[in-house]
T-cell receptor, first 113, second 112 residues
Framework: AQKVTQAQTEISVVEKEDVTLDCVYE???????LFWYKQPPSGELVFLIR??????QNEISGRYSWNFQKSTSSFNFTITASQVVDSAVYFC??????????FGEGTQLTVNP | GAGVSQSPSNKVTEKGKDVELRCDPISGHTALYWYRQSLGQGLEFLIY????????KSGLPSDRFSAERTGGSVSTLTIQRTQQEDSAVYLC??????????FGPGTRLTVL
């Protein structure tokens, strides 16, 4: 069975601080995909990134960066110089064979001005 | 292009009534998924359609839940004899084959 753990239920930071959201996953499959989604107050899940299990290169997109480490089964997400618009619930998700996503419980990020 | 659309955006119903929720996937996406998001259960997979293959119904919580996908496009999720525990946001997603899933805005169902 697959499992995704986001241990941080809520994080609160002040604007311009850096913040890292943790994600730990469990799977016995050797081929899998990891995702991050953002859910702003409007409710729609917005896709941010996908990584496959064979590519451990870290990725940077603007203020966002992702650190994928198979040795610790982690796929952490860092927002640099956070902004109020980053306030949302962030979900980490895992997909193995078949196509369903297994989601973590989500981390509520609040960025205060 | 247009994203995934869902209707209605909100639905309030009385316990015991049947409801239908609709999803229009992104044009050209062959795969369609339904998930449910509730306070106590987080985001749960319900059902998955891929082309003409038999759907994966393994996430449906009871036989009161069913879904169909007509013409490989629009999908309808039906809940019969609704119960209060069915109250949740029902999310639809689509993807090109088994690639990244893109989500719609959801339908908030409230069962009184």
């Amino acid at each position: 069975a697959q499992k995704v753990t986001q241990a941080q239920t809520e994080i609160s930071v002040v604007e311009k601080e850096d913040v890292t959201l943790d994600c730990v996953y469990e799977t016995r499959d050797t081929t899998y995909y990891l995702f991050w989604y953002k859910q702003p107050p409007s409710g729609e899940l917005v896709f941010l990134i996908r990584r496959n299990s064979f590519d451990e290169q870290n990725e940077i997109s603007g203020r966002y960066s992702w650190n994928f480490q198979k040795s610790t089964s982690s796929f952490n997400f860092t927002i640099t110089a956070s902004q109020v618009v980053d306030s949302a619930v962030y979900f980490c998700a895992l997909r193995v064979s078949g196509s369903r996503l297994t989601f973590g419980e989500g981390t509520q990020l609040t960025v205060n001005p | 292009g247009a994203g995934v659309s869902q209707s209605p955006s909100n639905k309030v119903t009385e316990k015991g009534k049947d409801v239908e929720l609709r999803c229009d996937p992104i044009s050209g996406h062959t795969a369609l998924y339904w998930y449910r998001q509730s306070l106590g259960q987080g985001l749960e997979f319900l059902i998955y359609f891929q082309g003409n293959s038999a759907p994966d119904k393994s996430g449906l919580p009871s036989d009161r839940f069913s879904a169909e996908r007509t013409g490989g496009s629009v999908s309808t999720l039906t809940i019969q004899r609704t119960q209060q525990e069915d109250s949740a946001v029902y999310l639809c997603a689509s993807s090109p084959f088994t690639d990244t899933q893109y989500f719609g805005p959801g339908t908030r169902l409230t069962v009184l």
